[in-house]
């Protein structure tokens, strides 16, 4: 990726590292964020559905690809983080803090797990590599028909999972100034690991 060059929303070979595994329609339901270092805060810039955003992304930034698929009525969603070259060191850390923390919270999503205590599992790893504070949302939130439903994994929710929920989980960090990172896997509920749908990588990876 040159300096400077313009990035459509519908760029075919990153969606196709995003939604490696996900079969189905993914027109339309594709969102890019660009974590954009504007002044001292992190802008994130998302198209309405359907909606062309161009982007100009510069070299050692992040990208934040949200995609999903519909599938016979049925919603699903990935998230991962692509770097535009080498990050900052601060960035790095990030990556590897949010993507321990996502792991922890694959592990705590079972049956019989409340909403509060998965959540709990990711925010704990996050907070322990010292980015609590820039983790501002839910660790993730369940996807059927509707792309966000119950059950909701987070600090308020009032849900308890059980055997064949489909969740997300997607723990964030975002850093002012510098940018942002998101993991996110969808998985189905069971009683001893969650069933993992999302076969993309999560190591991190460079497009140049």
Same mark, same amino acid.
């Given at each position: 990726? *040159? ?37 001292? *805060?992190?802008?994130? &810039? &998302? ?5 062309? #955003? ?12 949200? +995609? ?35 792991? +922890?919270?694959?592990? +705590?999503? @079972?049956?019989?797990?409340? /909403? ?27 996807? /059927? ?9 987070? &600090?308020? !929710?009032?849900?308890? %999972? ?5 969740? @997300? ?5 975002? #850093?002012?100034? %510098? ?10 509920? &069971? ?16 497009? !140049?």
């Amino acid at each position: 990726m *040159a300096r400077g060059e313009v990035v459509e929303d519908h760029d075919a070979a990153v969606l196709d590292q995003v939604g490696g595994g996900v079969h189905g329609d993914l027109g339309g339901l594709a969102r890019v964020e660009e974590q954009q270092r504007v002044g001292t *805060a992190v802008e994130q &810039r &998302r198209p309405v559905r359907g909606q062309h #955003l161009d982007l100009v992304v510069e070299p050692g930034q992040t990208v934040v690809i949200d +995609a999903g698929a519909l599938v016979e009525g049925y919603c699903a969603d990935c998230t991962r983080t692509f770097a535009t070259g080498p990050l900052p060191e601060r960035l790095q850390e990030a990556y590897a803090t949010c993507l321990q923390g996502q792991l +922890a919270g694959l592990d +705590a999503v @079972t049956a019989g797990t409340t /909403g509060v205590d998965a959540d709990a599992a990711a925010r704990s790893v996050i907070e322990a590599g010292g980015f609590g504070e820039e983790f501002g949302h839910g660790l993730g939130h369940g996807v /059927g028909i509707e792309i966000h439903e119950a059950p909701r994994l987070s &600090r308020e !929710s009032p849900d308890t %999972l059980v055997e064949g929920n489909v969740v @997300t989980v997607e723990p964030g960090i975002y #850093l002012e100034g %510098l940018g942002g990172i998101r993991i996110e896997d969808l998985v189905i509920v &069971r009683d001893r690991a969650p069933e993992i749908l999302t076969t993309s990588t999560k190591e991190p990876v460079t497009v !140049s």
